[in-house]
């Protein structure tokens, strides 16, 4: 269960249902707190000199059962760190088809790392050990690219956010680790990943080298994210980090916040795997609306709806000028994401308001 639930009344935002991502949520107020003390801190000038910041990375690394981890502005530009450096230019990423890295990162890994990404196919974002099997085995022919990196996305967004199985992780690892090819995890959202499955993180963690994890999605901290991995590769990291622009300094008043997202919001991605699902249980009810990512696993939703003359753009105008927003998304469908200001106590007014907005 959450610490603490916070009401949003008497704000500005009492009757909006924000649902468009859950970086949209709020800091707690512990975070607030942990914030304004922070920033009465004497800031450092090194890069790895901050005692919160540092604070913040120990802590990363423990849970997520690496060596060490970096404070970083983005989970993008953790991924990017990972791949630059794993890959050389010309070198081949696998990844499972949709993953975030190929479809919303600018293309950074092919500008920033001359990086082709190649798709491994996957079920509900598990890559197919086969698949995987043989686009490994062209690594040894000669006058081919190499492959630089394999990278697993989990929960995996775009193939409904989905929650990559344990097993699944760990023949991925064991396939990489016979041929010599690193492992990075695109855990942005992974402790919805591991609730859903009933594991701990470092049960998916332990198959992959470097592990991404946002702390301004489901945790709710203000902005951030952290990488982990070995000490060798977060020495390296540092650099890169600084190269594409992301040694920010201070960054102790986030860090602050990111600490308290780790101490105390972890735990809470059950009940926004939960609301998810109760939210489409009730659109999924109203006639002509479905839910495309049956069944939902996690925290996101995407919705259709199938009515005669349905108009997506004048009814998410409509639904939102009743406080409830939603963000279209691809193939004509809205995406719906849980986080800690939706709460249990608020599903069925949003399917009335959906319902009635149609
Ligand atoms: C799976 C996944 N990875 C990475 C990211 C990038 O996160 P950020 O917005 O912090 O760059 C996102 C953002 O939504 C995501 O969904």
């Known amino acids: 269960m959450r610490p603490a639930k916070e009401s949003n009344k008497g704000t500005a935002a009492a009757e909006v249902f924000d649902l468009r991502s859950d970086f949209i949520s709020r800091p707690t107020a512990a975070m607030v707190e942990a914030m304004v003390a922070a920033s009465a801190e004497k800031p450092a000038i090194g890069f790895r000199e901050d005692p919160v910041v540092s604070r913040l990375e120990a802590q990363s690394a423990e849970l997520l059962g690496k060596e060490d981890a970096l404070f970083c502005p983005t989970c993008t530009l953790c991924n990017q760190i990972a791949v630059n450096a794993f890959c050389r230019p010309g070198d081949i990423l696998l990844t499972p088809p949709k993953a975030h890295v190929l479809t919303s990162e600018g293309d950074a890994a092919a500008v920033l790392s001359g990086v082709r990404a190649e798709c491994v196919e996957a079920q509900r974002g598990a890559m197919l050990p086969a698949a995987l099997e043989a686009a490994l085995a062209r690594q040894a022919g000669e006058g081919k690219a190499r492959i630089g990196a394999v990278l697993v996305e989990n929960t995996h967004l775009r193939a409904g956010a989905c929650a990559v199985p ?31 499955l009933g594991v701990g993180v470092t049960d998916l963690t332990r198959h992959a080298d470097t592990v991404a994890l946002s702390l301004n999605k489901g945790l709710s901290a203000p902005l951030g994210a952290v990488l982990a991995g070995s000490a060798d590769f977060i020495a390296v990291a540092v650099d890169i980090r600084q190269r594409f622009g992301g040694g920010w300094r201070p960054a102790g008043i986030p860090a602050a916040a990111g600490i308290v997202a780790l101490d105390q919001m972890t735990g809470c991605m059950a009940d926004d795997n939960e609301n998810a699902w109760s939210l489409a249980r009730g659109l999924a009810a109203i006639e002509g609306v479905s839910v495309i990512n049956q069944p939902v696993e996690t925290n996101v939703l995407f919705v259709a709806v199938d009515r005669p003359g349905f108009d997506r753009e004048g009814f998410l105008d409509r639904l939102a000028g009743k406080g409830v927003l939603l963000m279209p998304y691809d193939e004509g469908t809205m995406r719906a994401v849980l986080h800690k200001d939706i709460t249990a106590a608020h599903i069925d007014g949003i399917v009335g308001i959906f319902e009635g907005a149609l």
């Open 166 to 196: 344990e097993d699944n992780m760990k023949t991925v690892a064991e396939l990489a680790a016979a041929t010599g090819v690193a492992v990075h995890l695109d855990g942005s959202r992974l402790f919805n990943a591991a609730a859903f």
